[in-house]
């Protein structure tokens, strides 16, 4: 079962200088995610960009569900 803290360091490795706060019970999450990167992207562009960072733990189902919002600084 994944952890918070486990969530929150993918998404910081896959996309270095954002800050993410990860809430959940161990399969469904809601991460938020605050990165310069994605600035003048689409919103669709934003969540695959969290959403590749987590994308063998989704795959593997040890992570079932992450609900995003992407914010810029």
Same mark, same amino acid.
């Given at each position: 079962?994944?952890?918070?803290? *486990?969530?929150?360091? $993918?998404?910081?490795?896959? $996309? !270095?200088?954002? %800050?993410?706060?990860?809430?959940? *019970?161990?399969?469904? #999450?809601? /991460?938020?995610?605050? &990165? /310069? *990167? #994605?600035?003048? %992207?689409? !919103?669709?562009?934003?969540?695959?960009?969290?959403? &590749?960072?987590?994308? /063998?733990?989704?795959? &593997?189902?040890? $992570?079932? /569900?992450? &609900?995003? %919002?992407?914010?810029? !600084?």
């Amino acid at each position: 079962m994944m952890e918070n803290q *486990d969530v929150e360091r $993918l998404i910081e490795a896959g $996309l !270095p200088g954002c %800050k993410v706060t990860v809430s959940g *019970d161990g399969r469904h #999450f809601e /991460a938020v995610v605050v &990165s /310069a *990167d #994605f600035e003048g %992207k689409t !919103p669709l562009q934003r969540q695959r960009m969290v959403m &590749s960072t987590v994308r /063998a733990q989704i795959e &593997s189902d040890e $992570l079932h /569900a992450l &609900s995003i %919002k992407t914010l810029t !600084p």
